[in-house]
């Protein structure tokens, strides 16, 4: 997913962005609001975070201007604190308002909170039409099924969602915590760890000579990746 970072002090642009790759995001940055909107209709970013302070066009004409044509959700983060500030910056259409100073990783959790109905649209999305493996590993969503050459591998409900979270994006690495919140949901309460098992019996199930690690590639201190390389 993509991001659009609307900040004039590139010290902040550059904190921001920073958190923002370590989450797999990509970012885009402008410096000021005219830049905003012609980068907007150029690079159609899933997010804009917005700064208000701007020079050519200040960040509440940004909103308003972007609130004219899309519902792209929107995070103010500025200077301005006082509770008049926050409930303008609400009615102008942004989706939060996180006041400086700020902690950079509060900012990337409201961040992951407006995206998360996105990214499970696209998951699904993705998922309609899912293959991976060189084509060799068939995901059906209607019937809940994994198939490889065409051979139904018996799957857990958990299971299945997993891999395919691993499959709408082969080359994403996912943390436990974002497989946790894009196939099991927010509601789950088991461990993280948890996921090393269900890993570990997908692996079981789809092992083969050659791909042992049955498609679902370890990457040391962050999480799991499809290993769908031919």
């Known amino acids: 997913m993509k991001i659009l970072i609307v900040e004039d002090e590139k010290s902040i642009s550059e904190v921001v962005s920073a958190y923002a790759k370590r989450e797999g995001l ?6 000021d609001g005219v830049e905003a909107l012609k980068l907007f209709e150029s690079e159609q970013p ?5 700064d208000l302070m701007l020079p050519k066009l200040s960040g509440e004409e940004v909103c308003r201007r972007i609130r004219e044509k899309s519902n792209t959700p929107v995070i103010m983060l500025t200077a301005k604190s006082s ?16 006041a400086k100073p700020f902690s950079p990783r509060v900012l990337m959790a409201r961040i992951r909170a407006q995206l998360r109905p996105r990214e499970g649209r696209e998951i699904r999305d993705n998922l ?22 065409g051979v139904v591998i018996p799957v857990t409900k958990s299971e299945f969602l997993i891999f395919s979270t691993l499959a709408s994006k082969p080359v994403r690495t996912w943390s436990r915590e974002e497989i946790i919140r894009s196939a099991l949901g927010d509601d789950y309460d ?19 000579k050659g791909h042992e ?8 201190g962050f999480g799991y990746r499809l290993d769908d390389e031919k």
């Not at 509770?83 to 303008?88: C, G, I, K, N, Q």
């Not at 993280?192 to 692996?203: A, F, H, P, S």
Request: contains cysteine; hydrophobic residues 35%.
């Open 26 to 31: 990509e970012t885009i940055c402008a410096f």
């Open 213 to 220: 690690n049955g498609w679902i590639k370890t990457i040391y």
């Open 46 to 50: 899933d997010l804009v975070v917005l």
């Open 128 to 149: 309609a039409s899912g293959t991976c493996a060189d084509g060799r590993i068939e995901i059906d969503p209607e019937r809940v099924e994994i198939r490889k050459d």
């Open 83 to 98: 509770e008049s500030d926050v409930v303008s910056g609400l009615d102008l259409g942004a989706n939060d308002y996180v």
């Open 190 to 208: 088991g461990f993280d760890r948890t996921i090393d098992t269900y890993i570990k019996n997908l692996r079981k199930k789809l092992a083969e």
